[in-house]
């Protein structure tokens, strides 16, 4: 069964330094999202892109943080300058459709130090 | 804002037994899932459902739109249920999910 796939699993930052997270969402879905939760918080919704642009954002996905499709099967999320409290798991979805059930990354753990 | 509560935060079951998660949200909503989050943290999709019932395989799921209320059913419980429940629930405007914190569940053999 097709998957989504994030790259790295686990990533280690120093403060201050910008970070990319990778996604491989599955070939034929149209609809990518970023989602993150904080250790021992619920999951939260960051940003939904659709036909090159974001749909939707979160009060969280401030300047700070961008989105982008280079190539046509890579959904990245950059964080330009990190801070302490961005230490969470990232987890990328992708849909066929904005309707249907969405599939889950196995999800990026990014620590902040 | 839509505030999604579950219950019970914790749950521990016998295998075997039957279990029921719940979720109420606030304010309507034009789907719900109902995701399952493992130990080592990755997300499945369990359901999608704006009404009525679905069922797969031992898992079921309801919902009430005029209660705003869904439960999760798991019938003849087994130690690999044990995950984490989450509902979350897309509102009508746009495709954004807000999230429950969670139901942690642990089915002892």
């Known amino acids: 069964e097709p998957e989504v796939t994030q790259t790295p699993s686990h990533q280690v930052t120093q403060m201050g330094q910008e970070v990319i997270l990778r996604c491989v969402p599955i070939?034929?879905?149209?609809?990518f999202y970023w989602y993150r939760q904080i250790l021992g918080q619920k999951v939260e919704f960051l940003v939904s892109?659709?036909?090159?642009?974001?749909?939707?954002k979160s009060e969280i996905f401030d300047d700070q943080f961008s989105v982008e499709r280079p190539d046509g099967s890579n959904f990245t999320l950059k964080i330009r300058s990190t801070k302490l409290e961005d230490s969470a798991m990232y987890f990328c979805?992708?849909?066929?459709?904005?309707?249907?059930?969405?599939?889950f990354g196995d999800g990026t753990r990014l620590s902040i130090l | 804002k839509n505030e999604v509560e579950q219950s019970p935060q914790n749950l521990t079951a016998q295998e075997g037994e039957f279990i029921t998660i719940n979720c109420s949200y606030s304010?309507?909503?034009?789907?719900l899932h109902w995701l399952q989050q493992h130990p080592g943290g990755g997300i499945v999709s369990l359901f999608m459902?704006?009404?009525g019932k679905k069922k797969h395989g031992r898992l079921i799921a309801t919902i009430n739109i005029q209660e705003k209320h869904s439960s999760l059913h798991i019938t003849a419980s087994h130690p690999r249920d044990s995950a984490v429940y989450i509902c979350?629930?897309?509102?009508?405007?746009?495709?954004?999910?807000?999230f429950g914190g969670g139901t942690r569940l642990m089915v002892k053999p």
């Open positions: 979805a992708s849909g066929p459709t904005g309707l249907q059930p969405q599939h």
């Open positions: 070939s034929n879905h149209l609809y």
């Open positions: 892109f659709y036909n090159n642009e974001i749909s939707e």
């Open positions: 304010v309507g909503i034009s789907a």
């Open positions: 459902l704006s009404s």
């Open positions: 979350a629930v897309r509102n009508n405007a746009g495709n954004m999910l807000t």
